[in-house]
């Protein structure tokens, strides 16, 4: 009985952390996926293997975070220096006839593809500037 408390008392803390889940989860699911599936080896497995589970996700979130570096387009906030993302900031204004993308995160030739196709879908065509060949492509 003794034994018993003491456990439920070690891990009344870890079990009060649900409640934020759902927050984690909003800011960002790679980290709230990495929670709930360590929290659910350590307790349903052991100690040992859920935190061997958890660091293994960890790493493979990392990796597929950095395949794939958030790509958005930024304005300018009135009255002040700061460019910020316009999709997510309601005083961020676009700047007539300039377009200022921002990569978050690393550039290489794993990702290249990823964030061409971003920066198409956030500006359009820029098949001159990147190199390629297109004659109904313009950019003035």
């Given amino acids: 009985c003794v034994l018993a408390s003491i456990v439920v008392v070690a891990l009344k803390g870890m079990f009060m952390q649900v409640k934020d889940l759902p927050g984690a989860w909003r800011l960002s699911p790679f980290d709230g996926m990495v929670w709930l599936v360590t929290f659910l080896s350590v307790v349903l497995l052991d100690i040992d293997y859920g935190l061997g589970i958890g660091v293994a996700l960890s790493l493979l979130c990392v990796i597929i975070m950095g395949q794939r570096p958030k790509v ?12 910020l993302d316009i999709t997510r900031y309601q005083a961020a204004l676009e700047i007539p006839g300039i377009s200022i993308i921002q990569v978050a995160g690393g550039l290489h030739f794993a990702n290249k593809e990823h964030v ?18 297109s004659p109904k492509s313009q950019v003035l």
């Fill in 72 to 83: 958005c387009r930024l304005g300018h906030v009135p009255s002040t220096n700061i460019y």
């Fill in 116 to 133: 061409r196709h971003k920066i198409y879908r956030l500006i359009g065509n820029l098949s001159p500037i990147l190199g390629e060949s």
